[in-house]
């Protein structure tokens, strides 16, 4: 493995990508937790010993992602339909 921790998630995520095992966006939110040094992502793949568990870690990430994205979508999509109802209504 990479000498740096940040070396090594970049390493993971050229090999997911080129794998197709994640996008483009996917390596770019990744990317972007690197850059401003968040703690849960480093909190999160530290403890990795492997490149298959680093691997498996930042896929675990990009599912939470992934479900927060979509929960927020949900949540604005049924603010809308509200709003349409309630304009609708009146």
């Given amino acids: 493995m990479s000498t740096t921790l940040e070396s090594q998630i970049l390493q993971a995520l050229w090999t997911m990508y080129q794998r197709n095992q994640i996008s483009m966006e996917q390596k770019g939110y990744v990317k972007d937790l690197l850059i ?9 793949v530290c403890r ?15 599912n939470c992602i992934y479900f927060q994205f979509f929960l927020i979508r949900v949540l604005q999509e049924t603010l809308m339909l509200k709003k349409t109802h309630i304009h609708l209504s009146d």
């Fill in 48 to 62: 990795c010993k492997t490149q298959d568990q680093l691997e498996e870690r930042l896929l675990e990430i990009l």
């Fill in 36 to 44: 401003r040094k968040d703690n849960n992502l480093y909190q999160t």
